[in-house]
Structure formats: C-alpha cells, structure tokens
C-alpha cells in the first residue's frame, strides 16, 4: 500500500472537511467509506483523464481534487451530516470498484460528524 489517507476528525453537522490521499499516483483514484455495520461504499471517483464521479449521497456537497504535483488527491466534503460518519479510505487501484483487494487498503481517517 502506497497510499495514505489524512484529514479526517470530528466535526458538526453542516461543517466541513478535507482529506487528503497522499502519494496518490496521477492514474485513477477512489474515495471509498465504510460505516460502522455497513460494507465499504464508493464516495467519489476520478481518472487519469480527470473524469469524475460521485455517489448520489455527496454529490453537491463532496468535491474530488488532485494536484499532480503534490501526488495527492483530495476530497473537499462539505455539509457534512451525521449519516457521513464513517472510516474514509482512498485507494488507487480500480480492480476494487470489481472485487475486493484486502491488501490494497490502508489504515483510513475517520470521520465524526455529531453535535
């Protein structure tokens, strides 16, 4: 694993964060969470051509970035809201969108959101 996942805390509904996905590479890259319970989800993704996309629950309120030289992507989360907390992954390896890679996975950030 190369990647890694910063920027998570705690934070109240309506607040923002950004996370960072460092040594990201500049091909593709997936912002994926996984809420206590529930199975790892797709947040947001983005190509080596900077195609983007976003599930239906951030869009309007989560932005994914990535500054090459920097090798980093980012994940601008705005609005956040209690139902967004979960442990945020990033991971640079499109295989996972199919199956899962278990040592493709880093540690993560969590990300509270509560008042």
């Known amino acids: 694993v190369h990647q890694m996942e910063s920027g998570g805390g705690l934070v109240q509904p309506g607040g923002s964060l950004r996370l960072s996905c460092a040594n990201s590479g500049t091909m593709f890259v997936g912002w994926f969470r996984q809420a206590p319970g529930k199975q790892r989800e797709v947040v947001a993704l983005i190509s080596n051509l900077g195609r983007i996309s976003y599930a239906d629950s951030v869009k309007g309120r989560f932005t994914i970035s990535r500054d090459n030289t920097e090798n980093t992507v980012y994940l601008q989360m705005n609005n956040l809201q209690p139902e967004d907390t979960a442990v945020y992954y990033c991971?640079?390896?499109?295989?996972?969108?199919?199956?899962?890679?278990?040592?493709?996975w880093g540690q993560g950030t969590q990300v509270t959101v509560s008042s």
């Open positions: 991971n640079t390896d499109p295989r996972v969108l199919k199956y899962d890679i278990p040592n493709s």
